[in-house]
């Protein structure tokens, strides 16, 4: 990185902030929540005092590991810190923010679209910096790199089915039920790379 740009470092917390917020949006939703958040509700469910954010933070560190090995590239270890204050804002907006948050009925449509449109929103604004990446942005252009594909769409869904299948095995294993798996988790499946690619191509233009 050449020099310090404010208004880059800006758009980077706003980035992860903006990821933060749609997670726990989609969350309070109860409509289903992300394929990956699927993963780190199963297990705060199943080992306490474990939290979401806390759970989300050693699962991304994992695949953090995994991708840096793939890319052969060491700086991508560096994606640990927006995965440190994603999993404390998760947390944040959670547990003391958003704590008693309970929509119900139709209501429930509303946190759950703002979250579904939020959180590539976030991914997209961190991968237009200079800065680290979200974790699930670079596993996408990984897996579009490796299979070479001309999109990041079909990627997008791999990356995405795979905790799918992993949090409902685990959650019928453990409690006999889907856990945070509902209709929404398909539609975050369907959405969430078309969505990540319609505001990377609306970024184009921004420079720092």
């Known amino acids: 990185m050449s020099k310090f740009n404010l208004k880059e470092l800006l758009f980077y917390l706003l980035g992860t902030v903006t990821i933060a917020f749609g997670v726990v949006?989609?969350?309070?939703?109860?409509?289903?929540?992300?394929?990956?958040?699927?993963?780190?509700?199963?297990?705060?469910?199943?080992?306490?005092?474990l939290t979401i954010g806390v759970s989300a933070i050693l699962i991304t560190s994992l695949l953090t590991l995994w991708t840096t090995w793939m890319r052969k590239d060491i700086r991508l270890i560096l994606?640990?810190?927006?995965?440190?204050?994603?999993?404390?804002?998760?947390?944040?907006f959670d547990l003391v923010i958003f704590r008693d948050f309970a929509p119900v009925g139709f209501w429930r449509l509303i946190p759950y679209l703002a979250g579904l449109s939020l959180v590539p929103l976030g991914g997209a604004i961190l991968v237009i910096t200079r800065y680290p990446a979200g974790v699930f942005e670079e596993m996408t252009l990984l897996v579009k790199d490796?299979?070479?594909?001309?999109?990041?769409?079909?990627?997008?869904?791999?990356?995405?089915?795979?905790?799918?299948?992993?949090?409902?095995?685990?959650?019928?294993?453990?409690?006999?039920?889907?856990?945070?798996?509902?209709?929404?988790?398909?539609?975050?499946?369907?959405?969430?790379?078309?969505?990540?690619?319609?505001?990377?191509?609306?970024?184009?233009?921004?420079?720092?």
């Open 146 to 208: 490796v299979l070479k594909f001309r999109q990041v769409f079909p990627a997008r869904m791999l990356i995405e089915l795979f905790p799918m299948v992993l949090s409902g095995t685990l959650s019928l294993l453990w409690f006999n039920d889907l856990g945070a798996i509902n209709v929404g988790t398909l539609g975050f499946i369907a959405l969430i790379g078309p969505l990540f690619q319609f505001y990377l191509k609306r970024f184009e233009s921004i420079t720092f």
């Open 79 to 92: 994606m640990i810190v927006p995965i440190l204050f994603v999993g404390v804002f998760i947390d944040l």
């Open 25 to 49: 949006m989609v969350i309070k939703s109860t409509l289903g929540t992300g394929p990956w958040d699927t993963v780190f509700i199963v297990l705060a469910r199943r080992i306490e005092p």
